[in-house]
């Protein structure tokens, strides 16, 4: 059972334009959701992150969307540049529980056209 | 540099061997955590240590798959009798700890490995 589920699986944005990821979550005791940026054959970077007592986190180009009733949130990135080409993994857990273990989604791979 | 590191970066072993990998995370951070990501995947959890206790292991973590934190410092993964089906990428992940903030977990450039 995915507990976290990702979309598009890929995307691609022109130079400039907005690149929007969704993901979608079931467990209702997750109160912790970041998003991480993948290059090949790195590890996954922490890029934004927010709790659910907040619909929007904005950080730079970068903003988290938050839909607490329907379970969903979603990163957008603004004016994207060809630098943001990686794969972004949103990610959920229990802030601060006893476990606090990310559930990752499958990832989308993002290609910004120059 | 104060980030997460793993070493080795690449191990190529056959198939029925053992293998070890390091982790060392964030000096400050008390909790580390050890992933496994397989191509075009996430990262799925395997296990982790508050300091040097092991809370939790996924099912993931058969019983060829052993990590210790001795000293609440760095930890080691090893897998006994190495499969093809190990090949991956395993990732260490570091953060401060339950109810702490920032409560972020950081990860190591991870450990490629390759299994023939």
């Known amino acids: 059972q995915q507990q976290v589920k990702q979309s598009p699986q890929s995307l691609i944005v022109q130079k400039g334009g907005i690149s929007i990821i969704n993901c979608a979550y079931e467990?209702?005791?997750?109160?912790?959701f970041p998003w991480y940026q993948q290059f090949p054959g790195k590890g996954p970077a922490l890029l934004i992150a927010?709790?659910?007592?907040?619909s929007e986190k904005k950080e730079g180009r970068f903003t988290i969307s938050f839909n607490k009733s329907a379970k969903q949130f979603s990163l957008h990135i603004m004016d994207s540049q060809p630098g943001d080409s990686a794969t972004y993994f949103c990610a959920a857990s229990t802030y601060g529980g006893s476990q606090g273990n990310l559930i990752f989604g499958k990832g989308t791979k993002l290609s910004v056209k120059p | 540099d104060t980030g997460v590191s793993q070493d080795p970066r690449h191990k190529i072993t056959k198939r029925g061997q053992n293998v070890t990998f390091r982790c060392d995370p964030i000096s400050e951070h008390n909790r580390l955590y050890w992933y496994r990501q397989t191509l075009g995947q996430g990262p799925e959890f395997l296990t982790y240590f508050q300091n040097e206790a092991q809370l939790e292991k996924s099912r993931l973590l058969s019983d060829r798959f052993s990590a210790e934190r001795p000293k609440g410092s760095f930890s080691t993964l090893e897998i006994q009798r190495t499969e093809q089906g190990d090949s991956a990428m395993y990732l260490c992940a570091s953060s401060l700890g339950p109810g702490m903030i920032p409560y972020e977990q950081y990860f190591g450039p991870g450990t490629r490995l390759t299994v023939t």
């Open positions: 467990n209702t005791a997750f109160d912790y």
């Open positions: 927010i709790r659910p007592d907040v």
